[in-house]
T-cell receptor
């Protein structure tokens, strides 16, 4: 039981490049979400999904796309990276309880 | 508009003493509160939670208190241990949309 896994751990991009941050969970959780953590800002919700085929925007969705084709996977796409997207990204999932379980994070730097 | 506030960015406590971390909120629709602990270069890990129908929840050395009238919750760690040194986030669930809103975190340092 691996819980929530994220790849890659680190990534450096140039402005304008695209990439996908991967997130997978093996707990059969319906709810999955993406957060970003910036200094002094706590964790802010980017996008979330309440089940396969259903996604919705969080607090800071601009510049990010998501899709949910399976229960296990919830990738986050940056179509054209900007320096303002330099951050640490966390994926989380939860079952029927309100407690969300987080992955180890991806540290992204956009030059 | 910060709905969940942790007004102390940092806190230092002697080993063996009590650590008290505080959190204030403004949204009356919050019905469930959680505390997460985060070490550097790791994801947040769930610590303890409390429903709005309770005013206290204990789990070993950790106790969370909720004062709904004051819209305030606190996390007590007794006794504090060096391994407790981490950043602590409080989070609140909105009953209406089930989203979690996080505070900005408090860095706790336990002094040996």
């Amino acid at each position: 039981n691996a819980g929530v896994t994220q790849t890659p751990k680190f990534q450096v991009l140039k402005t304008g490049q695209s990439m996908t941050l991967q997130c997978a969970q093996d707990m059969n959780h319906e709810y999955m979400s993406w957060y970003r953590q910036d200094p002094g800002m706590g964790l802010r919700l980017i996008h979330y999904s309440v089940g396969a085929g259903i996604t919705d925007q969080g607090e800071v969705p601009n510049g990010y796309n998501v899709s949910r084709s399976t229960t296990e996977d919830f990738p986050l796409r940056l179509l054209s990276a900007a320096p303002s997207q330099t951050s640490v990204y966390f994926c989380a999932s939860r079952g029927t309880s309100p407690t969300q379980y987080f992955g180890p994070g991806t540290r992204l730097t956009v030059l | 508009d910060q709905q969940v506030k942790q007004n102390s960015p940092s806190l230092s406590v002697q080993e063996g003493r009590i650590s008290i971390l505080n959190c204030d909120y403004t949204n009356s629709m919050f019905d469930y509160f959680l505390w997460y602990k985060k070490y550097p270069a790791e994801g947040p890990t769930f610590l303890i939670s409390i429903s709005s129908i309770k005013d206290k929840n204990e789990d070993g050395r950790f106790t969370v208190f909720l004062n709904k009238s004051a819209k305030h919750l606190s996390l007590h760690i007794v006794p504090s241990q060096p391994g407790d040194s981490a950043v602590y986030f409080c989070a609140a669930r909105d009953f209406g949309n089930e989203k979690l809103t996080f505070g900005t975190g408090t860095r706790l340092t336990i002094i040996p």
